[in-house]
């Protein structure tokens, strides 16, 4: 007796849910590694996982075991020049043939990291854990403009256009059997009497039976084959559905000032910026605006990778984002975030503008705005009309001071924390 | 077509491909041949699985289903992460000891290696668990499944209803003492998934009202006499998770019957540990004889024989102990040895035969080879059963290594003075008693601070390893009084441990 199963089909995730608690028990190495990583890796990889590795002594589960020392016999196969009584000097570190072989692993030094590969997956989760988007509700509660038609079964009147062939077929099928089984049904008892009657030879009642069924048949034939009652349309509810594409403006100083690693950092910030908004959203676009004394809209390469020169006027770019934005991203339709990287450098008679300009025309539009400024040396006017703003807009706007690399990471998590909710 | 190629029968398969057709035919035809040597086995349950199913085997020790535990999860990733690099090749098969004897078939196998797992872990892995007296000992075959159920659901019960972290904390400190939850000489209850469910309301009030027994808070003033002072445990008690279950002065009861579940699994995982060589060298064996017969008889191809060759050989490899690649000896290689071995002291006798197995020198080989699959285990099989001729193959040899002494020692070899003492040494090797500490508990104290007292006997004037204190302090988790364990050689104390650590004498006089 005996059985044979195909088990192939099964799940093959058995071991999440150890895993899981596996990841959150180490939640702490994880998080460093994964932290570590954002702020070492090249700008263009940062969706791939991660190798995470714990110290074997965090992870190991103890048990008595012999430590060194004393005396062991130990018994070994394959031997080739020794003959009983050889004293052979005792091997230094882990060559073979040396003391306690069966022991290796339990003599706790010189032991491995333990080293495992984080998915893309939770390297993301990871690295967003406790982040949130600011603002997310008001935009759901308040912008419910998009409809999405769904499927919501079948109903008995529509339009033409939605007929569902295969529904109706069935419901002329369905109201054929019903009204034809008693005819049927008669006509089966008919047929066997006429049988009967037959093999009697009689005649008469032969002829009888013959018009009856005839009868019966034309009946059954008067049956319509498609009624108006068996017409099926498809049917679909509208449904509203909160507003779920975002789009992105980065702005960027290209003046000359700027050079190319302040560049690099602003652009790691930007990328943290879209993965993160990539999750929230079922679309994320993204706008580049660069400027110097002038605000142009352009491609991602000439973005990051062209140089110009001149003064700065950030203005500029500001009146241009607005423009596009009436232009192209209605605010009733799309959750609009803007994040500004420069090195702070700006025209001084500029920046009341700037401030102004947020205040009254782009802050009542946007999601959140986030400025980072990129400098090591002292904060300059811009700065100082943006710390007024973020006063009186606490949940739409925020900024922050980033003076290396190491900072990126920690900035973007303090933006984007969650906070407890007043 | 002449005579004898019509005698011939036509091979079962011709292609590397597998069917669930061909398995059935394979198993059935593998079924026939076992019976005619005489297997006796519980029923086969074959189950195909994908790779990624067979990690998940291995991080639950191929049970079918189990509790959750944080560790399975780090062995998961461990075994996911050595297979993704190619460190690590996955097993062809996992088989377990229950009834049915459930065996798992690797979807990617070529219908000869679904063949060999065939013989190798249904007919023999199978017919060892059911006819090795160690598993009818320790192990139920019949309701392994059943208990591990209810453990799941009880161990996920607690979960909810005492925290996800509380029960882990608790499963961690079991764990670290599952070797130690084990009744070495006596033999115990047999697992019982039905009698658990009707008598665990039964034994938490029963385990209470005797701890409470124990453990009374009005000690009777006149009591109080260190003369007459009770010794309680009246016997050592080597079985730790035993003693703590049924003892422990704060645990909850939820918490005892999780003890009791980890003790269980323990006890069942047991023989396992103590049979590795036999288990291992009896299913080679079976698997070459099955398969060998096979292809005497015409059913299966050359092609076939050769793959199955390769594999077989590079399973039963023996490194020699100065290879790079050398990891101990090889309990595959060792068990097929010996068998294999005893085989052909039955069939063709030599005159060292005679003179040192003569009871089995000529004798019938059927006989032979399943008494030494009943009634041993992995020590006393190698004590009976390794004969000079393995011993030669082996080319086996003894090191002695003593920290007194600044050299090793080569205390004997394959010749005719050293063969007792490498096959002794060899056995003892695989004596549980001598690969772990030997401890257990020898004092509570009733009437003081409930403190609890461990003795490690030293083997060979080993001491105990770095780890000691981080279990030490799991048993502290379970008893949760002081836990003092002392070490001894030769009737003397060389080391003593404790837990909670003592603080730094604060203002002493």
Known sequence: ?422 | MSAQAQSKRQPLSTSSEWTFELIETYEREIGFLAEEYGLDTYANQIEVIRSEQMLDAYASTGMPIGYHHWSYGKHFVEAEQNYQRGHMGLAYEIVINSDPCIAYLMEENTMTMQALVIAHACFGHNSFFKGNYMFRTWTDAGSIVDYLVFARQYIARCEEQHGVEAVEELLDSCHALMNYGVDRYRRPYPVSADEERQRQAEREEYIQRNLNDLWRTLPKAAEVDTATEQVFPAEPEENLLYFIEKNAPLLESWQREIVRIVRKMAQYFYPQRQTQVMNEGWASFWHYTLLSTLYDRGMVTDGFMMEFLASHTSVLTQLPFNHPAYNGINPYALGFAVYSDLRRMCEAPTDEDREWFPDIAGGNWHEVLHCAMRDFKDESFVLQFLSPKVMRDLKLFSVVDDDSDDALLVSAIHNDGGYREVRALLASQYNMGDKEPNIQVVKVDLNGDRSLTLHHNQFERRPMGASTDEVLKHVHRLWKFPVYLDSYWQGQVTESYQMPKAQEPAGSS
């Open chain 1, 1 to 422: 007796m005996s059985f044979l199963i195909d088990r192939r089909g099964n799940a093959k995730h058995k071991n999440m849910v150890n895993r899981r608690r596996f990841m959150a028990r180490y939640k702490r190495h994880i998080q460093r590694a994964v932290e570590q990583a954002v702020s070492q890796r090249s700008i263009t990889d940062m969706e791939r996982g991660e190798e995470v590795s714990i110290p074997a002594g965090d992870v190991s589960e103890p048990i008595f075991h012999h430590g060194s020392g004393g005396r062991r016999t130990v018994v070994h196969p394959g031997n080739e020049e020794f003959v009983s009584g050889d004293r052979v000097p005792r091997p230094q570190g882990g060559a073979s043939g040396g003391s306690g072989q069966g022991q290796a692993s339990d003599q706790g030094e010189g032991e491995d990291d333990f080293v495992f590969q984080l998915s893309s997956e939770e390297f993301i989760n990871c690295l967003f854990d406790d982040l949130e988007l600011p603002n997310m509700t008001k935009r759901h509660l308040k912008g419910t403009h998009s409809i999405k038609y769904e499927h919501a079964g079948f109903s008995a009147d529509g339009v033409p256009a939605k007929l569902s062939v295969a529904r109706t077929m069935k419901a002329s099928k369905m109201r054929r059997i019903a009204l034809n089984a008693g005819r049927k049904r008669t006509r089966r008892d008919l047929l066997a009497e006429l049988e009967q009657a037959q093999q009697q030879g009689d005649e008469l009642n032969c002829r009888r039976l013959q018009l009856a069924i005839e009868e019966v048949e034309k009946g059954i034939s008067k049956v319509a084959f498609l009624d108006d009652t068996d017409l099926r349309y498809k049917l679909h509810v509208e449904k509203p559905v909160p507003t779920s594409q975002a789009v992105m403006f980065c702005l960027m100083d290209v003046s000359g000032s700027m050079d190319q690693a302040t560049k690099d950092m602003a652009k790691r910030f930007y990328l943290l910026l879209y993965m993160f908004l990539k999750r929230h959203y079922e679309r994320t676009e993204l706008v580049f605006i660069r400027h110097h004394t002038q605000a142009k809209e352009v491609d991602e390469q000439e973005f990051f990778y062209s140089r110009e020169t001149g003064g700065t006027v950030v203005s500029s770019a500001l009146h241009l984002m607005q423009e596009i934005i009436e232009a192209r991203y209605s605010p009733d339709e799309w959750n609009i975030y803007g994040a500004q990287a420069s090195d702070g450098d700006n025209w001084n008679a500029d920046s009341p503008k700037c401030s102004q300009l947020l205040r009254e025309a782009l802050l009542p539009q946007l999601q959140y705005y986030a400025y980072v400024e990129i400098t090591r040396n002292q904060h300059q006017a811009l700065w100082e009309e943006y710390s007024s703003l973020q006063a009186e807009f606490p949940h739409t706007f925020a900024q922050q001071h980033i003076r290396g690399v190491g900072d990126i990471f920690p900035v973007f998590r303090d933006l984007f924390a969650k906070k407890a909710v007043a």
